[in-house]
């Protein structure tokens, strides 16, 4: 089993559109078509931000990665984000989870970050794992989100 990474772009928004329909209606996330084209259109404008890999198999699109990016003191310098990562169902438990965090991991390392972080649902065992056996570690905090409006 061949599995590819390809750096989406524009050309790939229809697809990235159905793999995140997919991935929001399983982690109940709020799906908004015009919210999500607005971000594609920054990221694919603006490769500072982020980078979002579709992951093939076979040549088939099974999931995809977002990889978005910053700056830490606490952490030494440049950071990461793993913002989304979604496997379809029927790719999961073939070691792609794995495959994918190595890939993304040796990247940042290609990049100079210092540090790369993600978000996982405490419900979620099988992803806790994968993280946790790539080197992962949960922190003694809360992650908070306050939203800005615009």
Not at 48 to 69: H, S
Request: hydrophobic share 40%; proline share 1%.
């Amino acid at each position: 089993m061949e599995v590819t990474f390809k750096t989406a772009s524009n050309d790939d928004r229809y697809l990235l559109l159905s793999l995140t329909k997919e991935f929001y209606q399983i982690e109940h996330l709020t799906y908004n078509v015009e919210v999500l084209n607005k971000c594609f259109d920054e990221i694919f404008t603006n490769d500072n931000l982020a980078t979002i890999w579709i992951i093939y198999i076979e040549r088939e699109p099974a999931g995809y990665v977002v990889l978005t990016f910053g700056y830490s003191l606490e952490f030494h310098g440049r950071d990461a984000l793993i913002d989304e990562f979604y496997i379809r169902e029927s790719y999961r438990s073939q070691g792609i989870g794995k495959q994918t965090l190595e890939f993304v991991l040796t990247t940042c390392q290609t990049l100079g970050i210092k540090a790369v972080h993600l978000e996982v649902s405490h419900e979620n065992n099988r992803a806790k794992t994968i993280y946790q056996k790539a080197g992962f570690v949960a922190h003694d905090r809360y992650f908070m989100t306050k939203w800005i409006n615009s």
